[in-house]
């Protein structure tokens, strides 16, 4: 069985004709990855070697963590 990555969080995936969101493992891996691919040719041309940043970065998460009002995991 021919397995690839989700190119979105990187899961082995079986490349099988009844995994409609090949390569993608999901429909949400699927949908991230066209929102981003959409966001990013719409407000910054696409560059050489950024194609890294396509993808959400952990230290990204870290910055939007950090910017979340203290209350925002309380009731
Ligand atoms: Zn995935």
């Known amino acids: 069985m021919t397995k690839v990555n989700c190119p979105t969080c990187q899961k082995a995936v079986e490349w099988a004709p009844e995994n409609v969101h090949r390569p993608f493992c999901c ?7 066209l929102g981003e691919w959409a966001t990013e040719s719409h407000s910054i041309p696409v ?7 396509l993808h959400i970065d952990p230290e990204d998460i870290e910055d939007l963590l950090m910017q979340t009002p203290d209350n925002f995991f309380k009731e």
Not at 27 to 33: E, R, V
Not at 47 to 53: A, I, P
């Open 47 to 53: 560059k050489l070697g950024r194609q890294s940043d």
């Open 27 to 33: 429909k949400k891996c699927q949908l991230i990855d």
